[in-house]
C-alpha cells in the first residue's frame, strides 16, 4: 500500500518554528524525490523544499531558503521539513509528495501524495 503521512503541523506565532514529519511506506519509497508542497486558502499549490532518498542532495524555494531545511531518515522512511523564523505569509496546509523524477517543482510531476498538515502563524 502507497501512503505519505504527514505530522507536526500546528498553529505559532511568527518567528517561531516547527518541524513538519512525513512518513513513507509501500510503493512511495521507492521515489526518488520527496518533497514538500504548500497551498494557501485561494492559491495554487507551490512547491517548498525537495530532497532525494539517495544521496539527500535538496532543492529549495526561494521564500524558504535559508529559514526552511528538508532532510531525511533512511533508516525510518521518514522525511522533515524543520521551519524557523516563520511569518505569517508561511500559513498553507502543507502536503508531502513522492516523485520518481529527479528535483521536480511542479506538483505535476509528483504521484504521491500525503493528506496534508494545516501550518498557521499568527502575527
Known amino acids: 500500500q502507497e501512503q505519505l503521512v504527514e505530522s507536526g503541523g500546528g498553529l505559532v506565532q511568527a518567528g517561531g518554528s516547527l518541524r513538519l514529519s512525513c512518513a513513507a511506506s509501500?510503493?512511495?519509497?521507492?521515489?526518488?524525490?520527496i518533497a514538500w508542497f504548500r497551498q494557501a486558502p485561494g492559491k495554487e499549490r507551490e512547491f517548498v523544499a525537495s530532497?532525494?532518498?539517495?544521496?539527500?542532495?535538496?532543492n529549495y524555494a526561494g521564500s524558504v531558503k535559508g529559514r526552511f531545511t528538508i532532510s531525511r531518515d533512511n533508516a525510518k522512511n521518514t522525511m522533515y521539513l524543520q521551519m524557523n523564523s516563520l511569518k505569517p505569509e508561511d500559513t498553507a496546509v502543507y502536503y508531502c509528495?513522492?516523485?520518481?523524477?529527479?528535483?521536480?517543482?511542479?506538483?505535476?510531476?509528483?504521484?504521491?501524495w500525503g493528506q496534508g498538515t494545516q501550518v498557521t502563524v499568527s502575527s
Open positions: 530532497i532525494t532518498w539517495s544521496g539527500g542532495v535538496t
Open positions: 509528495a513522492g516523485a520518481s523524477l529527479f528535483f521536480p517543482t511542479s506538483p505535476k510531476n509528483y504521484n504521491y
Open positions: 509501500g510503493r512511495t519509497v521507492s521515489s526518488n524525490t
